[in-house]
């Protein structure tokens, strides 16, 4: 008895979803290796999960992915692989370059050459910058003092906690001492230790 038509929808479960993923896509994979052997044919496969991940696969006689690819543009004459990645790093490249250069002209600027004439303008410049810099040294700076200030304050009040804890067991095992309570030598021995008596 074979099974019942399957409705194609989207499934619901995340759970049943991801499994089915897997088992599919293995089984579109094996069909894919059988007819790349079967049919000496060469395919290419690429397939990417709802998170994102990639999976691919090429007849292993096409030792990379690129080259089939570079196949296919060929012989569609479509651009698969245009050139807007190279535009698109180029760009980026040249938005780089702007960066540095600005940067390396503010350092300049830092600089102070005793050989050189510079303006008061330019002076004045340099000032602002440096005092703006060593405003923002002194804010961080502040901040991390006050971060370890508010560390050691929450240590010192730990261990002062731990302080009143153990003298009120001591003033309790001395009061009992007093009262001449047997079985407590064991637990004051064991308070001792941890005190620093013996």
Do not use: W
């Not at 074979?2 to 069909?31: H, V």
């Not at 397939?47 to 543009?73: A, C, M, Q, W």
């Not at 303006?119 to 340099?126: A, F, G």
């Not at 261990?159 to 001492?177: D, F, M, P, T």
């Amino acid at each position: 008895m074979g099974r019942g038509r399957m409705e194609i929808r989207r499934i619901e479960n995340p759970t049943q979803r991801q499994s089915t993923f897997y088992k599919r896509r293995d089984g579109l994979f094996k069909k894919a290796k059988e007819l790349s052997v079967l049919c000496d044919a060469d395919l290419l496969l690429i397939l990417f999960s709802n998170s994102g991940k990639l999976y691919e696969f090429h007849t292993p006689s096409v030792p990379r992915t690129k080259d089939l690819i570079e196949r296919y543009e060929t012989v569609t004459q479509n651009k698969v692989l245009t050139d807007h990645c190279m535009q698109d790093r180029s760009a980026e490249v040249g938005k780089v370059e702007k960066l540095c250069e600005l940067l390396e002209r503010e350092l300049r600027f830092m600089k102070v050459d005793e050989g050189q004439d510079y303006t008061l303008p330019v002076l004045d410049m340099l000032e602002q910058n440096l005092e703006a810099a060593i405003n923002k040294v002194r804010v961080e700076k502040d901040r991390k003092i006050h971060g370890e200030m508010y560390h050691l304050q929450n240590v010192v009040k730990d261990r002062q906690q731990e302080r009143y804890g153990l003298c009120e067991k001591l003033s309790n095992i001395q009061v009992l001492r007093e009262m001449g309570v047997e079985g407590s030598t064991g637990f004051t021995n064991e308070l001792d230790l941890k005190l620093g008596f013996n």
